[in-house]
């Protein structure tokens, strides 16, 4: 698959199979998050691999959109040190969707799950230190839903040079 096919065909996945991601994908899927760009190359992430059934349980408990991770064989936890870099959440959001663009080019499915969150009960269950963020959790596993998705079209979101021009030489009137 190629790398625009990835970005048109990936969605979000949120029921999965109960087959366990094999060590070979995992790794790669790492790798796509570890060779991510970041800010000055400051690579702020850290990623927490969350394999134990009980352990994906309460922590998908502990968010408020994210009780598909229970069901998922695999986590990946996306956690950024802030004072390495002065984007850090937006290096850690791009190492994520690497990741979950890796695990769809391997026949996976993934859904990043939001901290929106008990921040006290998930730093304690991932035993997050001081001064380290979670940006997310990425849900993965083989996928046992099929997914439609609809897109804006283009000619309602692409502004040329100033927002409210839509390349008709002059911006809209308001």
């Given at each position: 698959?190629?790398?625009?096919?990835?970005?048109?065909?990936?969605?979000?996945?949120?029921?999965?199979?109960?087959?366990?991601?094999?060590?070979?994908?995992?790794?790669?899927i790492l790798e796509a998050g570890r060779w991510s760009p970041?800010?000055?190359?400051?690579?702020?992430?850290?990623?927490?691999?969350?394999?134990?059934?009980?352990?994906?349980?309460?922590?998908?408990?502990?968010?408020?959109?994210?009780?598909?991770?229970?069901?998922?064989?695999?986590?990946?936890?996306?956690?950024?040190?802030?004072?390495?870099?002065?984007?850090?959440?937006?290096?850690?959001?791009?190492?994520?969707?690497?990741?979950?663009?890796?695990?769809?080019?391997?026949?996976?499915?993934?859904?990043?799950?939001?901290?929106?969150m008990d921040e006290t009960r998930v730093r304690e269950l991932?035993?997050?230190?001081?001064?380290?963020?979670?940006?997310?959790?990425?849900?993965?596993?083989?996928?046992?839903?099929?997914?439609?998705?609809?897109?804006?079209?283009?000619?309602?979101?692409?502004?040329?040079?100033?927002?409210?021009?839509?390349?008709?030489?002059?911006?809209?009137?308001?």
């Open positions: 698959m190629d790398i625009l096919e990835a970005l048109l065909t990936r969605r979000a996945i949120r029921k999965f199979k109960k087959d366990p991601v094999p060590q070979e994908m995992l790794e790669k970041s800010a000055s190359n400051s690579q702020p992430w850290d990623f927490i691999v969350i394999t134990e059934p009980d352990l994906r349980r309460r922590l998908s408990r502990s968010f408020m959109y994210g009780s598909f991770l229970a069901e998922a064989p695999l986590g990946i936890a996306v956690v950024v040190d802030p004072w390495r870099s002065g984007c850090a959440v937006q290096d850690g959001a791009i190492a994520a969707y690497g990741m979950w663009l890796a695990a769809h080019g391997l026949g996976l499915g993934a859904c990043w799950v939001n901290p929106n991932l035993n997050l230190p001081e001064g380290r963020e979670l940006i997310c959790i990425l849900a993965i596993g083989y996928p046992a839903q099929s997914v439609k998705s609809v897109r804006r079209k283009l000619k309602d979101i692409v502004h040329i040079e100033r927002y409210g021009n839509r390349g008709e030489g002059r911006a809209e009137e308001e």
